[in-house]
């Protein structure tokens, strides 16, 4: 993929729908060239053209999200929340996975929720733990804040763990997100040392994103269900990630 056609995704992916005119004025070429990079973008499934138009394939949106593969994301969110434990203080980063992760803390006792998650915070409103909202830009559709101001939260926060989601994962990119700030905010939670959980399910492992996420060596622990090859399994376990599989 070249540095256009990043571009183009990222702009896809922001808008969710935009004309190949919009595309070309943007890029400063030809439309017959957006058309090209479209037919090859939409061959390896990053997007779907529709007539005079490219489509995006994925949404931020929390609810829609949430619907795919609903049942397995159950199981990964109540096997992480069997690793939480009383008087802990833990960072939640936006997702479905994660959202669904906040449903199983009832048994919880003392415990300090951080998260840059709207939707997450509001599922948590009937939980007994208490709840740290950061601040910054908030994203409407992801229901999440980033940038500098959320970044700059995150430099007075400690928690022992910390669990987020992924869009990618291959043994040459490492961990991948499709949104560039929000990829931003969890390098910065990386950053800060914790246990680093990952919380996916096993679709997202070949696919390959924008924006790196790491480094590998960074994350301590794979939570995912047991349709992972063995191919991705040994990868991760030779990078010193821990792989739980749920089934």
């Known amino acids: 993929m070249n540095d256009r056609q990043q571009v183009i995704l990222q702009w896809v992916n922001d808008k969710q729908r935009i004309s190949v005119s919009e595309l070309s004025q943007i890029c400063q070429v030809s439309e017959v060239t957006i058309r090209h990079d479209l037919t090859l973008l939409e061959q390896r499934h990053y997007l779907r053209r529709a007539h005079g138009f490219a489509v995006a394939i994925q ?35 936006s997702g479905s996975s994660i959202a669904l992760l906040s449903q199983y803390l009832t048994d919880k006792k003392n415990l300090t929720v951080i998260t840059v998650s709207s939707y997450v915070a509001s599922l948590l409103k009937s939980m007994p733990c208490d709840v740290v909202l950061l601040g910054g830009m908030y994203q409407k559709t992801s229901q999440t804040v980033v940038g500098p101001l959320t970044r700059l939260c995150l430099q007075q926060m400690n928690f022992s763990k910390a669990f987020m989601g992924i869009d990618g994962f291959t043994d040459t990119t490492g961990f991948t997100g499709r949104d560039m700030l929000r990829a931003d905010v969890v390098n910065a939670v990386v950053a800060k040392g914790a246990e680093n959980i990952v919380l996916t399910d096993s679709s997202k492992f070949g696919q390959i994103n924008l924006n790196p996420l790491g480094p590998v060596s960074a994350f301590n622990h794979v939570i995912t269900d047991d349709k992972l090859s063995p191919e991705y399994q040994q990868q991760l376990s030779a990078a010193g990630i821990k792989v739980s599989l749920v089934g």
């Open 59 to 93: 949404t931020d949106d929390v609810d829609t999200r949430m619907m795919s593969n609903f049942a397995q994301k159950q199981k990964l969110a109540k096997f992480a929340a069997s690793l939480i434990h009383d008087g802990e203080t833990v960072f939640f980063e």
